[in-house]
């Protein structure tokens, strides 16, 4: 059984930072493809950054520059570092881990004031 519980949301103001993190019980880890999506009320998931168990990583153009995802194979886990937060990060955020299929955190709630 897959597991994957996130960490660290919360409350900030706009251009202060948040590390999220996510941690993975079960074997799929080390051959999977880590990521972190967000959704925003009334929008559709959508793919923040994914990073490859070589260590290729991927961001969406509005948070390039900003976040810095990375992730950890002998402890089981990826960060997502977001620096530079904007009103428009608010989201609740998820972990995925993509094998053959997709496996998902309960979410974490991430708010930037303005």
């Known amino acids: 059984q897959v597991q994957l519980v996130e960490s660290g949301g919360g409350l900030v103001q706009a251009g202060g930072s948040l590390r999220l993190s996510c941690a993975a019980s079960?074997?799929?880890?080390?051959?999977?493809?880590m990521g972190w999506y967000r959704q925003a009320p009334g929008k559709q998931r959508e793919l923040v950054a994914s990073i490859t168990r070589a260590g290729s990583t991927n961001y969406a153009d509005s948070v390039k520059g900003r976040f810095t995802i990375s992730r950890d194979n002998a402890k089981n886990t990826v960060s997502l570092q977001m620096n530079s937060l904007k009103p428009e990060d608010t989201a609740v955020y998820y972990c995925?881990?993509?094998?053959?299929?997709?496996?998902w955190g309960q979410g974490t709630q991430v708010t930037v004031a303005s």
């Open positions: 995925n881990a993509h094998t053959f299929f997709d496996y």
């Open positions: 079960g074997r799929i880890f080390t051959s999977a493809t």
